[in-house]
């Protein structure tokens, strides 16, 4: 079994900076793709950012050109560098891992989830 943790959610100003970090454990070597994925209150789960196995990667179009991810292969560990957030961009955030060939924003890809880290943007 692979177990996701998140951390380092908390408060964040408005045009600020926040990395989150998920640390994949267990069966490291059953997954492939790892994938970021947010929830506001009142809102559906929606995904945020992916990294494939090759390094491929894939943004929403409201974090474009703003958030990063990445991966730390020694270190079974995934990023998510968010630069200039916004209000909304408060949510829960979560890491997800799949063990298929690719990018993906569909949650449905994604078998094995972390328990969440919840992210505020506000002055």
């Known amino acids: 079994q692979l177990q996701l943790v998140e951390s380092g959610g908390g408060l964040v100003q408005p045009g600020g900076s926040l990395r989150l970090s998920c640390a994949a454990s267990?069966?490291?070597?059953?997954?492939?793709?790892m994938g970021w994925f947010r929830q506001a209150p009142g809102k559906e789960r929606e995904g945020v950012s992916c990294i494939s196995s090759d390094d491929i990667t894939a943004y929403a179009d409201s974090v474009k050109g703003r958030f990063t991810i990445s991966r730390d292969n020694a270190k079974n560990t995934v990023y998510l560098q968010m630069n200039n957030p916004k209000p909304e961009d408060t949510a829960i955030y979560y890491c997800?891992?799949?063990?298929?060939?690719?990018?993906?924003?569909?949650?449905?890809?994604?078998?094995?989830w972390g328990q969440g880290t919840q992210v505020t943007v506000s002055s």
């Open positions: 267990g069966f490291t070597s059953g997954y492939r793709g």
């Open positions: 997800a891992a799949h063990s298929i060939v690719g990018c993906y924003l569909s949650s449905s890809y994604y078998p094995f």
